[in-house]
């Protein structure tokens, strides 16, 4: 890769470990969401999303050949009144993609910036041990029902990935308990654990994270982290299963640790 590396960053760890990786990356932030490095003596710069405009100038100035999202970013509100005119321009576009799921929407995101002449990296390319082979990474060995349970929350996934809509889904004793939107894993977990004791079996139940299929892994690859565990450990749930290669853990030990000391199990399997 010639040229700068930019981070544009959303909420969560995963710029700082990238920034960590590539400490003289140029640092992007967006007005309304929020990141690490906000208060902090970083260089961040932060531009508007109705001003791409701004933002393709600054980079440009900056020498950047490629840019790497990293953490999460809500969809923003946006006003037309502050547009510029390369926002204008897109505007169209950005509208249409917003009727359907998330997948396209960062499909066209990603269009956009290499259109500008900016190569986009996924995090997962900039730290590969970021994400795990198939096996068992921490905490016991899942039982035969937590097992089936993995492979009805992965059909599960699987089948709502035409329809661009989430990518994780509980299963407890092979009754789906929840599946992820566009409210995210945290809130699913949420619902799971406020679930009444009878339409629960109790058998531990199990949370599946994958990728759509088809889905462009260099944006919103899904991830699991030390909040998650904590999460899946107040939902009363037995352990979790990532899809091998397309999960990002982040605070990896951190989060190994969480799971041995929750008493759940973390495998990662080719889905």
Known sequence: MTGQLAILA?????PVEVLQARPDSVLVGFHGVANAFAGVESGIETFRFEKLGELFSYLKEKSTSHVVFAGSMARPPLDPAQFDTVMRGL?????AAMQGGDDSLLRLVIDIFQEQGFGVLGAHEILPDITAFAGHLAGAEPSERALLDAVRAADIVSALSPVDVGQGAVVENGVCLGIETVQGTDVMLAMVAQTLP?????????????????????????????????????????GIVIEA?????????????????????????VL
């Open 91 to 95: 505007a169209p576009r950005l509208v």
């Open 10 to 14: 959303g909420a969560g760890a995963l």
């Open 198 to 238: 009878k339409l629960r079996a109790r058998s531990g139940g199990v949370l599946i994270k994958a990728a759509k299929r088809g889905q462009d892994l260099r944006v919103d690859m899904p991830a699991i982290g030390p909040d998650t565990i904590a999460a899946v450990s107040a939902a009363g749930l037995a």
């Open 245 to 269: 290669k397309r999960v990002i853990i982040l605070e990896r030990e951190k989060t190994l640790q969480a799971v041995e000391n929750a008493g759940l199990f973390l495998i990662s399997q």
